[in-house]
């Protein structure tokens, strides 16, 4: 599918206007004769120790499609070109060259743990009435950057292991661990880490984020980790930080409108665990 939430309007955090083009016009091997996008470096990313430098900068000598140092510069949707010392959104035409607000040229890589119980009243499963299946909750934040709810996932540290990520992010999004006391980070990190052992892995790729451009993009891993019985995870309290203004259990359904790609990853989880959609 051609991507959509990075190719309409103004860019992200900016005054910036995307150059429009249609459906067909976003796969590089259409020849677009007139196409001239506006380049966007936001300023946020100048001498930012998580931001590459300019592309233009001497001194920086990136390795494409390998790993960087720490910096992992692979695809997860296999190598992609590099044209003029830039690299080449694998999806196509964004509209917008540059980095826009992303830290990295090329794949800027991220994690996403989507946290599941089932909806119970009395300790039973709720069902949905016309489809007559159980209806799946996850744990869903509001994003501080533009109020859309998510999955609470992030970048990888240069170096983090993704399995790592997923649980630091979820731990710093809807447990607050950054501001929570020694015992109750303490506590938290327990049962989170013993939870988080085993996962079901949902995607791994190409995310349509609406801060991608021609020249960066993000990519994820998804992973399910399911708490059955509602006796883990899903009866802890929720407590939003960090860029998550807000977190609670949502409903898994079909007219979810979520953050970038996060509905179709919900929705893959909804099918794997035979429950509502
Ligand atoms: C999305 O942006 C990913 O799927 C992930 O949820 C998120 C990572 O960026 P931040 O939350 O760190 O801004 O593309
Ligand atoms: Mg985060
Ligand atoms: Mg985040």
């Known amino acids: 599918m051609v991507h959509v939430k990075c190719r309409s309007g103004l860019y992200p955090f900016s005054e910036i206007r995307r150059f429009a083009i249609s459906d067909d016009q976003v796969p590089w091997a259409v020849l677009v004769a007139n196409y001239s996008p506006p380049h966007y470096d936001s300023p946020v990313l100048r001498n930012k120790p998580w931001a590459d430098p300019p592309c233009d900068d001497k001194n920086f ?3 494409w499609n390998e790993l960087d140092g720490k910096i992992n510069r692979n695809s997860h949707t296999g190598p992609y070109s590099v044209v003029e010392g830039r690299p080449l959104n694998p999806k196509g035409r964004t ?22 119980r089932w909806k119970r009243s009395e300790g ?10 159980p209806i799946l ?26 399995s790592e990520t997923l649980r630091r992010e979820f731990l710093e999004e809807a447990f607050n661990s950054l501001e929570a006391g020694q015992d109750r980070r303490k506590m938290n990190e327990e049962m989170i880490g013993e939870f988080f052992e085993s996962g079901n892995e949902i995607f791994k790729g190409y995310v349509d984020d609406p801060r991608n451009t021609d020249n960066a993009w993000m990519e994820t891993v998804a992973v399910n980790f399911h708490d059955d019985s509602n006796e883990t995870v899903g009866k802890f309290s929720l407590q939003a930080g960090d860029d998550a203004k807000n977190v609670k259990w949502v409903d898994i359904d079909k ?12 929705e893959a989880v909804a099918k794997l665990r035979h429950a509502h959609w």
């Open 137 to 162: 909750q996850f744990c869903a934040i509001q994003r501080r950057d533009c109020g859309q709810w998510a999955i609470p996932g992030g970048m990888v540290d240069p170096g983090e292991k993704v």
């Open 95 to 116: 509209g917008l060259q540059g980095r826009g607000v992303l830290g990295r040229w090329g794949p800027n890589h991220a994690a996403d743990p989507i946290v599941t």
């Open 61 to 63: 000598k990136p390795k």
């Open 124 to 133: 039973m499963k709720e069902t949905n009435p016309i489809t007559q299946l």
């Open 255 to 266: 007219d979810l409108d979520l953050y970038a790609s996060h509905s179709s990853f919900v």
